[in-house]
C-alpha cells in the first residue's frame, strides 16, 4: 500500500467518504473530481446541513454462544449480517464465499456444513446461515469468514466485511495471534478468547500483509445475543451508546486499542481498508472484522 502524506486522501477516498455521507449527486461528483480539495471542504460543510437518516454500524456476525470449550464437541455456528449493538435491521446474506477453521495449522473447510436460515431481528428478518465446528484436538480455532459482497442500495456501493472469530479447547494457546493472509484482517494482540473486562483490548490493521494507518474502526457489541435454537434475535442486554457508533483510529503502525468496558461478545471493524477497492463496476468497502469474549473478572 502506498504512502501518503499526513491527512492526504485519493480522489477514490474523498468519492467513497461521499458517497457514504448521503450528500447529493452533483456534490458526490465534485468531491471525486478535480475540484477535489475545494469540494471536499463544501462536502464537509453540507453534510453539517443536511438532515440524514440514521445509520447504524453493519457487521457481519460468525457468532458462536461458547467460545471456551473443555471436551470435544460440534459447536453451532450463526452466520448474521446484522446491526447488533442497537439490535437493529438485518440484511440478506449470500452464500458465503468461503468459510474454514485454523487449528494448529491446519485448516478445515467447513462450507459442507452450511445450511440457509431466516433469521428474525428485532425489526425485521433476513437471510442467514448456520454452520457447525467440529472440535477435536486442544488449540485454538481461528474462524474465518469471506462472505458474497452485500448491495448497500442506499449508499450505492458493496460492503465485504471479512470476518474472524475465535474458540479456544482446553485451554492450550496455538493459532489465535497468527495472520491468515487476508484482504483485510485484524490481528489481536490480546488473547481474543479471554479478554477481562476494564483491560484493553489492542490490535493491529492489516491489508494485503501491510499495516495500515489511520483505519476508522467501528466498534460493537452484539446486544441482544441470538437464540441459537429458534434463529431470533435474543433480549437486549444493553442499548447502543446515546452517541451511536463507537470509532477508534488506528496509529501510523496500523495498531489501535480499546478499554472494554463489561463482559460481552465484541467486534472490531476497519472499514475500507482491504485491497479490493470495486466490486461489478462499482465501489466496495472491503473491511476487517473480527470478534472477541470478554469476561466479569470474578475472582
Known amino acids: 500500500m502506498g504512502q501518503k502524506e499526513k491527512g492526504q486522501r485519493t480522489s ?70 446484522w446491526h447488533p449493538y442497537s439490535n437493529g435491521p438485518a440484511m440478506d446474506m449470500g452464500t458465503p464465499l468461503s468459510l474454514y477453521a485454523i487449528n494448529r495449522g491446519e485448516k478445515i473447510d467447513l462450507m ?16 442467514a446461515f448456520e454452520a457447525r465446528l467440529p472440535v477435536r484436538r486442544a488449540g485454538d480455532y481461528v474462524l474465518a469468514l469471506e462472505p458474497a459482497p452485500y448491495f448497500e442500495e442506499s449508499e450505492d456501493i458493496y460492503i465485504q466485511q471479512l470476518t474472524k472469530a475465535y474458540v ?24 481474543p478468547t479471554n479478554v477481562l473486562a476494564g483491560s484493553n483490548f489492542r490490535g493491529r490493521v492489516m491489508a494485503g500483509g501491510r499495516p495500515v494507518a489511520g483505519a476508522e474502526i467501528e466498534v460493537e457489541l452484539i446486544a441482544a445475543p441470538p437464540d441459537m435454537a429458534n434463529n431470533k434475535a435474543g433480549p437486549a442486554l444493553r ?48 473491511d476487517a472484522v473480527i470478534w472477541i469474549t470478554a469476561y466479569d473478572a470474578n475472582y
Open 239 to 286: 442499548s447502543e451508546p446515546p452517541g451511536g457508533a463507537i470509532v477508534v483510529l488506528s496509529d501510523e503502525a496500523g495498531y489501535f486499542s480499546f478499554g472494554i468496558p463489561h463482559a460481552g461478545t465484541w467486534g472490531f471493524a476497519a472499514l475500507g481498508v482491504g485491497t479490493q477497492k470495486t466490486f461489478n463496476n462499482k465501489p466496495l468497502s472491503q
Open 12 to 81: 477514490a477516498e474523498l468519492g467513497e467518504a461521499a458517497a457514504r455521507s448521503g450528500l447529493p449527486a452533483p456534490v458526490r461528483c465534485l468531491v471525486a473530481g478535480p475540484l477535489a480539495g475545494l469540494a471536499a471542504g463544501l462536502a464537509a460543510g453540507l453534510a453539517g446541513l443536511l438532515i440524514a437518516p440514521p445509520a447504524w454500524a453493519h457487521f457481519q456476525l460468525l457468532y458462536s454462544p461458547r467460545t471456551n470449550v473443555s471436551a470435544p464437541q460440534e459447536l453451532p455456528l450463526k452466520l448474521i449480517f
Open 168 to 191: 479456544n479447547h482446553a485451554q492450550l494457546p496455538s493459532d489465535w495471534s497468527q495472520p491468515l493472509g487476508l484482504a483485510a484482517e485484524i490481528l489481536p494482540l490480546v488473547k
Open 112 to 127: 459442507e456444513s452450511l445450511s440457509p436460515v431466516t433469521f428474525e431481528g428485532a425489526e425485521n428478518s433476513a437471510a
